[in-house]
Nanobody
Framework: VQLVESGGGLVQAGGSLRLSCVAS????????MGWYRQAPGMQREWVAT????????KYADPVKGRFVISKDNAKNTMYLQMNSLKPEDTAVYYC??????????WGRGTQVTVSS
């Protein structure tokens, strides 16, 4: 599975961005998809996850209430709507897909920069 992220950019604090992650294969075949981020000098951290079958979502505490993860299986695309952005949200955001028994896949990332 190849994953391509887009939608990153520069935004002022309080603004919004929507990230997209397009998969090369049907997202019906992907058990779990999620977003991670990595700030300079920091380890990559989990942001949010959406389950493929029943679409329950989970969020890391720092983004809960501000970010919304969703998935459109018809478009093989996962989204991350980011609202009320803060400077500490600045990071490279990565898309991850897990196919049970087949492997874990990562995109190359998209840069999000939030200015104060």
């Amino acid at each position: 599975v190849q994953l391509v992220e887009s939608g990153g950019g520069l935004v002022q604090a309080g603004g919004s961005l929507r990230l997209s992650c397009v998969a090369s294969e049907s997202t019906f075949s992907i058990a779990v998809m999620g977003w991670y981020r990595q700030a300079p000098g920091m380890q990559r951290e989990w942001v949010a996850t959406v389950d493929s079958s029943t679409h329950p979502t989970k969020y890391a505490d720092p983004v809960k209430g501000r970010f919304v993860i969703s998935k459109d299986n018809a478009k093989n695309t996962m989204y991350l709507q980011m609202n009320s952005l803060k400077p500490e949200d600045t990071a490279v955001y990565y898309c991850k897909a897990v196919r049970i028994g087949l492997g874990t896949y990562w995109g190359r990332g998209t840069q999000v920069t939030v200015s104060s």
